[in-house]
T-cell receptor, first 112, second 113 residues
Framework: EPEVTQTPSHQVTQMGQEVILRCVPI?????FYWYRQILGQKVEFLVS????????KSEIFDDQFSVERPDGSNFTLKIRSTKLEDSAMYFC??????????FGSGTQLSVL | DAKTTQPPSMDCAEGRAANLPCNHS???????VYWYRQIHSQGPQYIIH???NNETNEMASLIITEDRKSSTLILPHATLRDTAVYYC??????????????FGTGTRLTIIP
């Protein structure tokens, strides 16, 4: 089965630093997403991206967050100035119309 | 999207059928029932979805009551690898498109050897 690939699997950063989480969605997919899960809490939608622009975003996705598809294969989530409360597992996902959603295995972000 | 209610945890013996209930009494006519699972801390995995007819695929069966206010996910022969948190999600839409999903707390299913 095809896979969504996320790198790194674990990232540690200092509060206030910028981080970029990277994802390689499945190659023919058109919709891209970021979700996150704080330890012990629910999986939360952050943002969806289609046709090179944000389709929808949640209240969590404030001005500190941005997404980009810099080339034909990568999809990135940038957090401009990390806060302690940004510590979470971040999941990338992708799909196409009429196709199920595939999630990656996640990047565990630890903000110290 | 309609709210769902699931038991927080369930156990099932290995090899037996696991039946996971979900209540969605406020579901509206154009809302589908989706099931996902999350094994340990991996990314959620799609299992199955349906509107009003029962559905079956290689992973599971989905039984939706006639009034659509509840559903049951059935794993016919549970294995240890089915130990996971199972999420029932109700959302508007037909087939897949822009998948903004609202996850609840789900049911933690433990398969007992």
């Amino acid at each position: 089965e095809p896979e969504v690939t996320q790198t790194p699997s674990h990232q540690v950063t200092q509060m206030g630093q910028e981080v970029i989480l990277r994802c390689v969605p499945i190659s023919n997919h058109l919709y891209f997403y970021w979700y996150r899960q704080i330890l012990g809490q629910k999986v939360e939608f952050l943002v969806s991206f289609y046709n090179n622009e944000i389709s929808e975003k949640s209240e969590i996705f404030d001005d500190q967050f941005s997404v980009e598809r810099p080339d034909g294969s990568n999809f990135t989530l940038k957090i401009r100035s990390t806060k302690l409360e940004d510590s979470a597992m971040y999941f990338c996902a992708s799909n196409s119309l009429n196709e199920k959603l595939f999630f990656g295995s996640g990047t565990q972000l630890s903000v110290l | 999207d309609a709210k769902t209610t699931q038991p927080p945890s369930m156990d099932c013996a290995e090899g037996r059928a696991a039946n996971l209930p979900c209540n969605h009494s406020t579901i509206s006519g154009n809302e589908y029932v989706y099931w996902y699972r999350q094994i340990h801390s991996q990314g959620p995995q799609y299992i199955i979805h349906g509107l009003k007819n029962n559905e079956t695929n290689e992973m599971a069966s989905l039984i939706i009551t006639e009034d659509r206010k509840s559903s049951t996910l059935i794993l016919p022969h549970a294995t240890l690898r089915d130990t996971a948190v199972y999420y029932c999600i109700v959302r508007v839409g037909s087939n897949f498109g822009n998948e903004k999903l609202t996850f609840g707390t789900g049911t933690r299913l433990t398969i007992i050897p």
